[in-house]
């Protein structure tokens, strides 16, 4: 498994839980987060098994191909995870199962359709992987989702649409290979950025609504979690841009992008009112993601894309495949 994905979508889960609840429920919170864990879990093991054959073509660093992990153990740990999803869910609320449908169905759509779609497939994959986990959270702390809540998994989906370009950006070589007609397949890495730039700004204007729409007062540490988490994202898209001084380099684009989706969920949770808490659960999930190897790129793939092969979207422009940055982004 890779953990630096499954730190994620427990705590956006957990922000969901705490952002509906009109009184603390850290119980209530703790288990949309393992709900939350293993549904994730499934959709990566799921992914490995339905890609398998494209990623022994194209992409042989993957669990499978790499013999890692064998399918029969991807395909039993995935239909495990989601029986634990699906009884843990029946159990807290029933109705939790219409967002787990939800997710799962977008993933389908991605994988089978939506991928070739350019951002149609970047706003699928967030709203499977991030939107519905915040609502499935909320389910666990009341019968329905507060209707603000609604704009706070729109900030949260565009975020993930983001991170599933960056990571596209970063394996267009690779979908190239595939016969994938990504975004950045499709219209190169200039406009790709462009793009990348338009989500980031789209997911904080849509994040800063967050006091307004769900009623809660603004906290320093609210302010202070989305204002870093903003500035991981210009760090992001700096050294993405395929115009900067000395070539785009999206493998770090996505090391910045892999802590700055963890800060978002923090804020939330600090607009509940517990700073300290989100602050621990933030610090724990950036060691996982700091301390968890991840899959080394093949030395020919290191390279920095060169401007001008950026500027004018040569196939032929090395582009380094970096690890999934989110459960969504798996596959790409």
Not at 146 to 157: C, D, M, Q, Y
Not at 158 to 164: D, E, R, S, V
Not at 234 to 263: D, K, N, S, Y
Request: net charge positive.
């Amino acid at each position: 498994m890779r953990p630096y994905d499954l730190v994620v979508v427990p705590l956006v889960a957990a922000a969901g839980a705490a952002l509906a609840a009109p009184v603390p429920a850290p119980l209530a919170e703790s288990t949309a987060a393992v709900i939350a864990a293993a549904a994730c879990s499934s959709a990566l093991y799921a992914a490995d098994y339905l890609t398998r054959a494209e990623d022994l073509a194209t992409k042989p660093r993957r669990p499978i191909p790499s013999g890692r992990l064998s399918p029969r153990a991807a395909k039993t740990s995935a239909i495990l995870a989601a029986l634990i999803t699906v009884v843990l869910a029946c159990l807290m609320n029933p109705r939790t199962l219409l967002f787990v449908a939800l997710s799962a169905a977008a993933y389908y759509a991605y994988g089978k359709w939506l991928k070739n779609r350019g951002l149609w497939g970047d706003a699928a994959s967030g709203f499977a992987g991030w939107s519905c986990s915040l609502l499935v959270g909320a389910c666990l702390t009341t019968p329905w989702p507060p209707a603000g809540l609604i704009v706070v998994a729109a900030a949260l989906g565009l975020q993930g649409a983001f991170g599933n370009l960056l990571l596209a950006v970063n394996d267009r070589s690779h979908d190239q290979r595939a016969g994938c007609r990504t975004f950045p397949v499709r219209h190169g890495q200039a406009r790709a950025a462009r793009a990348l730039a338009g989500l980031a700004a789209a997911t904080y204007a849509t994040a800063a609504l967050a006091p307004l729409v769900t009623g809660r007062r603004p906290t320093p540490g609210f302010f202070l979690f989305l204002g870093v988490a903003l500035l991981m994202a210009v760090a992001a898209l700096a050294v993405a841009w395929p115009h900067r001084l000395g070539g785009a380099r999206p493998r770090q684009a996505i090391t910045w992008h892999l802590f700055e989706r963890l800060l978002l969920p923090g804020a939330l949770l600090a607009l509940t009112g517990r700073s300290e808490a989100a602050a621990i659960a933030v610090a724990l999930a950036a060691s996982v993601v700091a301390l968890t190897p991840r899959p080394i790129l093949p030395p020919d793939t290191r390279r920095r894309l060169p401007v001008s092969r950026a500027r004018s979207g040569d196939p032929a422009a090395p582009a380094g495949r970096a690890p999934p940055v989110g459960p969504s982004l798996d596959g790409a």
